[in-house]
């Protein structure tokens, strides 16, 4: 028998700010779980790179598997504070050794692994003297959308850059998400301008909860990150958001407003899936 959705809980985005001190950056985490979970979220999403971020752009990232003492840290603080806990994304070890997976793991209250969802889109990106990246070097991207069925509601995974992908939020909310997670590490230079307008347009276009936990300022010399972790409702109003430090955001997730919000503008209904030139 599935259980039906609680209608109404609160959620928390967790922002950080990771270094290449694995340990410091666990530790970190840990703390803002428990805040978290002292304003009694029962959702905890952490960022993109909640494990580590290096120095080295070009260096392939340490990574384990996903049974790994860095995704058990994780699952501890599901069964530790009874909440469902969203590791951002962690470095995985792939087949073959030569390059990693950018994987989020969504764990129950049991610490159970609920779902696992490898980041499609992976940024390759060059602004001079602005941002440069290529994170296929060392990252093999994902082929799969995911969508996690709990008592909280469906959520859709995804990782920082697939927000630029319109089409991947639309799958998920056509599949039967109501909750888009999209933890991140948006550079400074792009978020400015675009992660904002980017959020609340996944939220608006597809009538969901969008909730962003994110990175925030400089990990090394010449990488540096937006911030701004936002947790958005499906009308696309932004009714939490942290721009800067480490630190939690709540906000009460209220899927009987999401419904009604569907019947009055059933945008999702109207949508032509099958359109040719």
Same mark, same amino acid.
């Given at each position: ?5 609680? +209608? =109404? $809980?609160? #959620?928390? &985005? *967790?922002?950080? /700010? ?10 970190? %985490? ?41 995704? +058990? =840290? $994780?699952? #501890?603080? &599901? *069964?530790?504070? /009874? ?10 070890? %792939? ?41 296929? +070097?060392?990252?093999? #991207? ?59 347009? +996944? ?75």
């Amino acid at each position: 028998m599935t259980r039906r959705p609680r +209608r =109404r $809980f609160v #959620a928390a &985005a *967790v922002q950080l /700010r990771s270094t290449e001190d694995l340990e410091r950056n666990l530790a970190e %985490a840990e703390r803002l779980a428990a805040e978290a979970a002292s304003r009694g979220a029962r959702l905890i999403a952490f960022p993109e790179h909640a494990d580590i971020v290096l120095a080295d752009k070009t260096a392939v990232p340490p990574a384990q598997r996903l049974d790994g003492e860095v995704a +058990r =840290r $994780f699952a #501890a603080m &599901a *069964v530790r504070h /009874r909440a469902y806990v969203l590791a951002g994304s962690i470095y995985e070890r %792939a087949p073959g050794g030569r390059k990693v997976r950018n994987t989020s793991i969504l764990f129950a209250p049991t610490g159970r692994r609920l779902a696992v969802y490898r980041k499609i889109h992976l940024f390759d990106v060059a602004i001079p003297g602005r941002a440069a990246y290529r994170e296929s +070097r060392t990252v093999e #991207a994902g082929t799969a959308r995911v969508l996690a069925r709990t008592p909280l509601g469906t959520l859709g995974l995804s990782i920082c850059y697939d927000l630029r992908f319109p089409e991947l939020y639309r799958e998920l909310a056509m599949a039967g998400a109501k909750i888009l997670m999209v933890p991140s590490a948006f550079t400074a230079y792009t978020g400015r301008f675009h992660w904002t307008a980017l959020l609340r347009a +996944r939220a608006i276009e597809n009538l969901c909860w969008v909730i962003a936990p994110a990175q925030w300022g400089r990990h090394h010399p010449g990488r540096d990150s937006y911030g701004h972790t936002m947790i958005v409702d499906p009308w696309g109003t932004v009714v939490a958001s942290r721009p800067r430090g480490t630190g939690v955001v709540t906000a009460t997730i209220d899927l009987d407003r999401l419904d009604r919000l569907r019947r009055e503008l059933p945008a999702l209904s109207h949508a032509r899936r099958a359109l040719r030139g």
